[in-house]
């Protein structure tokens, strides 16, 4: 596995910009990592909605000027619009993909492009080798982490390797729709960024282990068209359901699925007409889709905003309750020790002097917050003088992970 060029951030994480300048451009200065506003033309999002096929009944809306990816209306789920460029994602979500999301209780939101790319490759690696993609394998590879306000994947220790993960999309924060919820047609989860993770320990995949071991083969990832999804069992909604594809060499002779990622592969993915009697290819791969339910689509929908407020906030302190159901959270503050170097103990105890002064007071602000704390506070009684200045030294509590053992799936 290649070393990440920052030895903060883990290889599956997208880096943020490195000068200070490309910084603000691409987080609007927003305190706590928050999300910058919509800088992507409204001509990009149509020809994006043409060119990915995406079914009209869906509900694809441009938002406005001002809005933020946390600003979706209620009854619509926010989309990056680099999932449908280089990750490769189209609508309606395979199962598999639906079924990552269930597993790991996540909002589709939660996902950067870089973390969506990751996922895409597992499902086309080993549909084109020919492996039905399950959660359980893909967990063997991978392990759920956090990065700046949004879940990640990284390679798990030992693992074999699927891709080279690129270095970075930049700017992927500016450029978003917002698409119906119903036509994501998994339980989404709003999972709060500070859940413990639990580290999982899984045997690795091996000949021992996986039946399908001597088959596995690095592919690289790559930005596939329309067609090459098609036949890899990825997308669903060719104009056409009397065709079926099929790979051929350049001398013409059918080939594995697996040769359209070969380097030296010539030939190409053709669409043929369907024989009579033939069941059209669609036909045959619809089981592989989460279709989503016409009626839900065209149920009308809530005024008002959506519920992503909290959406790329690294510091979220919560998620309302009707969504956060069957979420295993914790109520640690990253801050909470102190180290008093003064050489007086006169202030300690001052009602509302919060963490800094009493430790846990309730309603105390969590100590991570970029706003200075001010320890000095006046007493209860009117008038009466400021006490002296604490000066306060404060440690970070390390969290050690969670860890479980796995039973091999």
């Known amino acids: 596995m290649a070393e990440p060029s920052n030895p903060d951030i883990a290889e599956g994480e997208n880096p943020e910009p490195s000068s200070p300048a490309a910084t603000k451009e691409e987080e609007g200065g927003a305190p706590g990592g928050g999300l910058p506003v919509l800088r992507w033309p ?18 694809a809306v441009y938002p406005q000027e001002s809005d933020t990816g946390a600003d ?8 990056w619009a680099d999932f449908f460029g280089d990750c490769n994602l189209r609508l309606p979500l395979t199962v598999f993909v639906a079924d990552v999301l269930e597993w ?22 080993f549909r084109a080798l020919g492996i039905e993609p399950t959660v359980g394998d893909f967990r063997r590879f991978y392990q759920l982490t956090v990065s700046l306000g949004f879940f990640s994947f990284r390679q798990r220790d030992s693992s074999p390797k699927l891709m080279t993960p690129p270095k970075g999309i930049t700017k992927w924060k500016t450029k978003f729709f917002y698409i119906k919820a119903a036509a994501v047609t998994a339980q989404l989860t709003f999972r709060n960024v500070t859940d413990t993770i639990i580290t999982e320990t899984i045997v690795v995949p091996s000949v021992k282990s996986v039946d399908w071991f001597p ?23 060719r104009a056409s359901r009397k065709a079926r594809p099929v790979v051929r060499e350049k001398s013409g002779e059918d080939a594995t699925l697996w040769r359209i990622f070969d380097p030296e592969f010539e030939g190409k993915v053709e669409v043929l007409a369907c024989e009579e009697g033939e069941e059209g290819f669609n036909l045959t791969i619809h089981n592989n889709f989460r279709i ?9 929908l809530p005024q008002g905003k959506g519920d992503l407020g909290a959406l790329g906030d690294p510091d979220a302190k919560g998620v309302p ?8 959270r914790t109520s ?31 309603g105390s602000k969590p100590a991570g917050e970029k706003k200075k704390r001010k320890v000095e506070e006046k007493a209860a009684g009117a008038g009466e003088k400021k006490r ?22």
Request: positive net charge; glycine residues 6%.
């Open 42 to 59: 409204k001509y990009s999002f149509y020809h994006l909605i043409f060119e990915v096929q995406m079914p009209h009944e869906y509900g």
């Open 72 to 79: 979706d209306p209620a009854g619509y789920v926010t989309m």
């Open 104 to 125: 790991y209780k996540l909002h589709i939101s939660q996902l950067s492009p870089f973390v969506m790319i990751r996922v895409q490759n597992f499902e086309y690696t």
């Open 215 to 237: 088959r596995l083969r690095t592919i690289e990832w790559q930005r596939l068209s329309n067609t090459q999804l098609w036949v890899l069992r990825m997308m669903l909604g």
């Open 292 to 300: 989503p339910d016409r009626d839900a689509l065209q149920t009308p």
């Open 321 to 328: 309750k009707k969504q956060a159901t069957g979420i295993s």
């Open 332 to 362: 640690f503050r990253r801050y909470t020790d102190y180290v008093v170097v003064s050489d007086t103990l006169e202030a300690l105890g001052v009602p509302g002097g919060g963490a800094a002064a009493a430790g846990s007071s309730a």
């Open 388 to 409: 002296p200045r604490l000066q306060t030294k404060r440690i970070t509590a390390v969290s050690q992970p969670k860890t479980a053992v796995v039973a091999e799936s």
